[in-house]
């Protein structure tokens, strides 16, 4: 097993702390929505545009992991769904501010991250 290089370490650890960050601010912003009345405007990690950035997740997780050449089922799981939950509390995050939130950046969030993970040896 080869180590990883910091090239790919430190983007990744910048990437996982964006994501953790959009899933705290997503579960506060969702106790305090459902605090107000308001519990359709709650997060569910699983609405609409889950299903978009699974599928860029899996394309990006698929891609690198081909080309650094250690595709595994294992592994896959982790680095697929952890960045499609983090695009989707992303796009809760800041959609809630913003009125217009397009889909194919959490898209592309969700791309890169598992881009991220399936670049590193696990």
Partial sequence: MSSPTPLLVVPALLWTAA????VVTSIAVSIRAKRQAT????????DTGFPIAAIAAIVGYALAAVIA?????????FS????AMAASAL?????????????WVSAAFAAVGAALYGSLPM
Avoid at 91 to 103: E, I, K, M
């Fill in 19 to 22: 994501a953790g960050a959009s």
């Fill in 39 to 46: 519990a359709a405007a709650a997060w569910n990690p699983f």
């Fill in 69 to 77: 050449g250690h595709l595994s089922a294992g592994s896959a799981a």
């Fill in 80 to 83: 697929v769904l952890w960045p």
């Fill in 91 to 103: 796009a809760y995050a800041a959609g809630r501010r913003t009125r217009v939130w397009p889909q």
